[in-house]
């Protein structure tokens, strides 16, 4: 990935624990599993369980990252 595609992108230079950790803040594992309805928010959720489900399912930390993004633009 180049300089400039990497100044591009919103989420750059964000740890995935960061975002989860804000969400998690904002809205609470009960709403978030509302919002993103996967196991890991919904059943015994931690932070941790999450990071590792996140890490190896692309489709779920797209939503979450998503999730972030739609809240970070509504705070603005």
């Known amino acids: 990935m180049s300089q400039q595609q990497n100044s591009n992108n919103p989420l750059h230079g964000i740890k995935l624990q960061d975002i989860l950790e804000s969400l998690v803040t904002n809205y609470g594992f009960e709403k978030l599993g509302k919002e993103i309805e996967i196991r890991c ?7 941790n369980s999450s990071l590792k489900f996140l890490r190896k399912t692309p489709w779920a930390r797209t939503k979450v990252e998503q999730l ?9």
């Open 41 to 47: 928010f919904l059943h015994e959720p931690s932070i």
């Open 68 to 76: 972030y993004l739609d809240m970070i633009a509504k705070k603005s």
